[in-house]
């Protein structure tokens, strides 16, 4: 069974720097084609596709925060990590992470399991 | 870079069809078969309906189905029913080795 776990902390004042971590299990990402990738969705607001890091290590992010963002592996750990500089309040959010494939090993490109998602909140 | 586009709002009495579209371009919807369609129910995760354009998942029901046309794709919900009531996004990869979801529907069973 597939499972991905958000964790990070409830509250970050701004100007600081958001970790949050992902632990999963029920794959690995030393398989070639699979992917996790992170999602934001600031309350009643859209979903937001932040980062994605491969089996391979590359690592993709958003334009619009690529100068804000670190995704990185674990593999040992079976954790990928977000980090999320100079947080400010409108990057208050609920942060989800998510298996995403490429290849045909599961299903291409989609976001097919998700975590229940860590909710953030930026505040002094 | 800007968000896919899609109506706020969608809304049909039981049993009947509803579609919602999800417009890119040439660089995105367009260019690839990766269009992929999420259901979210208020508080919860969103859950993987389509993939790559019209394919569905195990255990997804048949009455949700896919198509594209150029640089717009649409998700058609048959036979509404109360519990499709919720968000739905559509997703994307793009030519600039990024991914994209779209403003996303709210669909309104009446």
């Known amino acids: 069974q597939v499972t991905l776990r958000e964790s990070g902390p409830a509250l970050v004042k701004p100007t600081q720097t958001l970790t949050v971590t992902c632990t999963f299990s029920g794959f690995s990402l030393k398989t070639t084609g699979m992917c996790v990738s992170w999602v934001r969705q600031p309350p009643g607001k859209a979903l937001e596709w932040l980062a994605l890091i491969n089996w391979d290590d590359d690592k993709y992010y958003s334009p619009s925060l690529k100068n804000r963002l670190t995704i990185s592996k674990d593999t040992s750990k079976n954790q990928v990590v977000l980090t999320m500089t100079n947080m400010d309040p409108v990057d208050t959010a609920t942060y989800f992470c998510a298996r995403i494939c490429s290849g045909g090993i599961c299903y291409d490109d989609a976001l097919d399991i998700w975590g229940q998602g860590t909710r953030i909140t930026v505040s002094s | 870079q800007s968000a896919l586009t899609q109506p706020a709002s969608v809304s049909g009495s039981p049993g009947q069809s509803i579609t919602i579209s999800c417009t890119g371009t040439s660089s995105d919807i367009g260019s690839f078969d990766l269009v992929s369609w999420y259901q979210q129910h208020p508080g919860t995760a969103p859950k993987l309906i389509l993939y790559?354009?019209?394919k569905r998942p195990s255990g997804v029901p048949n009455r949700f189905s896919g198509s594209k046309s150029d640089n717009t794709a649409s998700l058609t919900i048959s036979g509404l029913q109360a519990d499709d009531e919720a968000d739905y996004y559509c997703?994307?990869?793009?030519?600039?080795?990024?991914?994209?979801f779209g403003g996303g529907t709210k669909v309104t069973v009446l």
């Open positions: 790559e354009d019209t």
């Open positions: 997703f994307s990869y793009s030519s600039s080795d990024t991914w994209m």
